[in-house]
């Protein structure tokens, strides 16, 4: 099969995925879809924030969610739902398991997979889901703290990782991203916040954090204010390391937060 055929259908699953974008303010919905090598694919979704700058783009969004499952290595593939930006071809660039190049102005590939015969079939979508509910406060800080493993932190060495129970008892874990360029860097909540909007997953009810290094570690403002934006009514429940887990509802992390009610795009 020739490559634009192969891209084709993940084109097309770009297109279909931007339906579920989260952007209130812009009305711009973009979607970008991860190929893995063993032809699963993981999608990503822009998600706004009343902050504008904490917006999380599509390919962002993406590419953290396979950091987290330790699949970053396998990417093949970046397609967007519309062309590459500027900013959007710098972060491909610099990805640690590059290069990857330009094939087209949605789709940048990685070495052999331009190869005729070297490329398996677009299948299904790689779930990033675990098993629930989560019994004890305890379990869900320990199942966090494992998370917090994947972390790609070469710059910090600060491991961090999340884990959202959903009201349907999954879980998505989420880990903390770091990039050459530090604008492009994702937290841990913010990274599974992502995953669960990416997946049109159900609400999430309770968040369990754990800070490695830290066990005073708390969400830092940007996440703080994503978080009351999307799930305002969750529980939050923090790693303390030998101490039992500390629990605040997510409300209370941010009195006062923005919520830009005033700069929503009601076209």
């Keep these: 099969m020739s490559l634009p055929s192969t891209l084709a259908p993940i084109r097309n699953q770009a297109t279909a995925l ?44 993406a590419y953290t969610t396979a950091v987290t499952w330790g699949r970053s290595a396998d990417v093949v593939a970046f397609v967007l739902s519309r062309p590459f930006r500027r900013e959007e071809r710098l972060y491909v660039e610099e990805l640690p398991h590059g290069p990857y190049k330009a094939y087209a102005d949605d789709a940048w590939l990685r ?106 570690g708390t969400p830092c403002g940007a996440c703080r204010q994503v978080l009351i934006e999307h799930f305002p009514e969750a529980e939050l429940w923090m790693d303390r390391h030998d101490d039992p887990p500390e629990q605040t509802p997510l409300s209370a992390l941010l009195p006062g937060s923005f919520r830009g009610r005033a700069l929503l795009n009601d076209d």
């Excluded at 952007?23 to 979704?45: E, H, K, M, Y």
């Excluded at 599974?192 to 005073?216: H, I, M, N, W």
């Design 111 to 216: 070495g052999r997979w331009t190869d005729d015969g070297a490329r398996a079939p677009f299948g299904d979508p790689f779930s990033p889901f675990l098993e629930g509910p989560v019994r004890e406060p305890a379990r869900g800080v320990r199942d966090a703290r494992r998370t917090a493993g994947h972390a790609y932190v070469p710059a910090s060495s600060f491991h961090v990782g999340a884990m959202f129970e959903l009201e349907d008892d999954r879980l998505v874990p989420g880990v903390n991203v770091e990039h050459p360029d530090w604008a492009r860097i994702l937290c841990a909540e913010r990274n599974a916040l992502g995953t669960v909007c990416s997946y049109d997953a159900a609400p999430a009810r309770r968040l369990f954090l754990s800070c490695a290094e830290d066990p005073e």
């Design 18 to 61: 931007a339906t579920r974008a989260h952007v209130p303010f812009s009305n711009r919905p973009t979607a970008a879809v991860l190929l893995l090598d063993d032809g699963q694919w993981i999608p990503g979704v822009r998600v706004e924030s009343a902050s504008y700058s904490l917006t999380i783009p599509a390919l962002l969004n």
